[in-house]
């Protein structure tokens, strides 16, 4: 089974970017980015957010994406770390962070993106839909697979537990 979670935290405080990033770089195997410098995400995003002056509010979107057992062993973790790229496409104007962690029973990539555009300082708006586009591709490119989208609210980014979810029936 491949989950897609979406963490439900607005993530406002000011330590928010440095706490999630820094705890997604800690645990990388494998780390990449666009929009931004995957050697310095915090800075980057940090940044961007000064520039726009939209360093208030809801400072990050973050999501995680796994794999069950079966499955990790039909994949690579170059393979894993390519789906935040391809999630980066949907959020095109959006600086995201991704890593491929292995510090759990299953692996998984950690995906974290700037709410605020690079192009104009507008906050992301989108929704859902930049999700259903990547449960789309992954429907198409990954059938053998099954996917399930997932709203998690954890009070830390330690906390996440499948059995704690609620799965997001859309589409």
Known sequence: MANLVVIQNEYRDDMAVQH????ILRHAVALDGYGLSADYPIICMNGLKRAWNKDSGSRLNHYIFSLSSPEENQITINELLSFGAVFSRFL???QTVYAV???THHL???FVMNTVSFLN???YSAGFLPLLQFRDFLQQQYSRFQHRIYYSYPKTINEFREEDCEILEIG
């Open 20 to 23: 999630v990033v820094g705890y």
């Open 92 to 94: 095109h104007e959006f």
């Open 101 to 103: 962690h292995a510090n």
């Open 108 to 110: 998984h990539l950690h």
């Open 121 to 123: 300082g507008r906050k």
